[in-house]
């Protein structure tokens, strides 16, 4: 009987031994070390981690903006600030951009050194398609003026969002540019504090400026031109401060040019003057006419040394949170008492 039993001992004795050698064998047929252990878990360790940094970098989601959906990557640094309003709120919310448009080959001066570490992608209404592939972007803020070539062109590299170049719309802007690089918390309270600033403000110049008219007027080609009020600057005046609406200023559906002889016909209290050089190459004599044409100085404002020439920079796009806010700390230390 011990004999028969010998055999399938001896066949369950390597069994067991060879169980016992696969245990501290590795995948390639190795002996495992302990070190060997540590190493798989941290591997395993290391794959976890990159996991959570994706969470954290964003992933693609759906944006929307203005009744319109975008699939982009939440929240993300790698922004693309393809126009003048998408440069101002990222300047306003703390974004660096890693491009941006230039003006005349350089950035805009006002903006400090927000765009520092952005790199040139060419011109406002054609950026460099080149460039941007060369950036990887996983967004552009465009504008809403781009012709759809450029649209077309600007989406075969990433999905552009064009920012509205409508004053009105400035909240909207700012809230999806902030909600894109996770800094929503920060829009929401610049958007509060503008709005108790400007109701304060409000309150302040009721009865100053009770039976005053307030305009500004911008001078382009040698010509002077005057805003609808819902369009560039003006909504800070009309419509946040509640300042008295001029009947050419109501009647103007965008941009429209008048002669002096209407301005002084209108002989507003006050005068707001935007002259930018580069807009007046044909004519960069045009301020100094004007401040030396007795019509000119016949108007109440000038009379009253209550002109304002470039009081905000004459390049600032005037619909976005960043414009409002300075032009709304302009109006207070130049009309408030």
């Known amino acids: 009987?011990?004999?028969?039993?010998?055999?399938?001992?001896?066949?369950?004795?390597?069994?067991?031994?060879?169980?016992?050698?696969?245990?501290?064998?590795?995948?390639?047929?190795?002996?495992?070390?302990?070190?060997?252990?540590?190493?798989?878990?941290?591997?395993?360790?290391?794959?976890?981690?990159?996991?959570?940094?994706?969470?954290?970098?964003?992933?693609?989601?759906?944006v929307t903006y203005l009744g319109e959906?975008?699939?982009?990557?939440?929240?993300?640094?790698?922004?693309v600030a393809a126009s003048q309003e998408a440069m101002e709120d990222a300047a306003v919310l703390g974004i660096t951009p890693i491009g941006a448009v230039a003006h005349?080959?350089?950035?805009?001066?006002?903006?400090?050194?927000?765009?520092?570490?952005?790199?040139?992608?060419?011109?406002?209404?054609?950026?460099?398609?080149?460039?941007?592939?060369?950036?990887?972007p996983d967004v552009i803020l465009g504008t809403s003026k781009f012709q759809p070539e450029v649209v077309d062109n600007l989406n075969s590299v990433a999905p552009m969002i064009p920012i509205s170049h409508i004053a009105t719309h400035w909240k909207e802007n700012l809230l999806v540019t902030a909600e894109i690089a996770g800094k929503t918390e920060e829009a929401e309270s610049i958007i509060e504090e503008y709005e108790a600033d400007a109701a304060e403000l409000s309150e302040s110049l009721a009865k100053s400026l009770e039976d005053?008219?307030?305009?500004?007027?911008?001078?382009?080609?040698?010509?002077?031109f005057v805003y609808?009020?819902?369009?560039?600057?003006?909504?800070?005046?009309?419509?946040?401060?509640?300042?008295?609406?001029p009947d050419e200023v109501a009647a103007a559906e965008s941009q429209e040019m008048i002669t002096l002889e209407k301005l002084a016909e209108m002989n507003p209290n006050h005068i707001y003057v935007q002259f930018e050089e580069t807009e007046n190459a044909d004519a960069p004599e045009a301020l100094n006419d004007l401040e030396n044409n007795d019509i000119w100085n016949s108007i109440e404002a000038v009379k009253t040394d209550n002109v304002y020439v470039n009081a905000i920079d004459?390049?600032?796009?005037?619909?976005?949170?960043?414009s409002k806010t300075e032009f709304l700390n302009v109006v207070k230390e130049t009309l408030a008492e």
């Not at 959906?69 to 929240?75: C, E, F, G, I």
């Not at 004459?314 to 960043?322: E, Q």
């Open 1 to 62: 009987m011990f004999k028969k039993l010998l055999p399938l001992v001896l066949m369950m004795s390597v069994v067991l031994a060879a169980c016992g050698n696969a245990e501290t064998m590795n995948g390639e047929g190795e002996a495992a070390s302990p070190n060997n252990t540590e190493e798989n878990a941290a591997d395993q360790n290391n794959e976890n981690h990159s996991d959570t940094d994706e969470a954290v970098e964003g992933a693609e989601t759906t």
């Open 69 to 79: 959906d975008y699939r982009v990557v939440v929240p993300t640094d790698k922004i």
């Open 104 to 136: 005349a080959g350089e950035f805009p001066e006002y903006l400090g050194d927000a765009m520092s570490e952005a790199t040139e992608i060419g011109d406002k209404m054609q950026p460099s398609n080149e460039t941007l592939l060369q950036l990887e």
């Open 212 to 224: 005053q008219q307030v305009i500004m007027v911008r001078i382009r080609s040698g010509n002077i």
């Open 228 to 245: 609808g009020e819902d369009v560039y600057f003006n909504p800070v005046l009309y419509s946040d401060l509640g300042l008295t609406v």
């Open 314 to 322: 004459p390049l600032a796009a005037g619909g976005t949170a960043w």
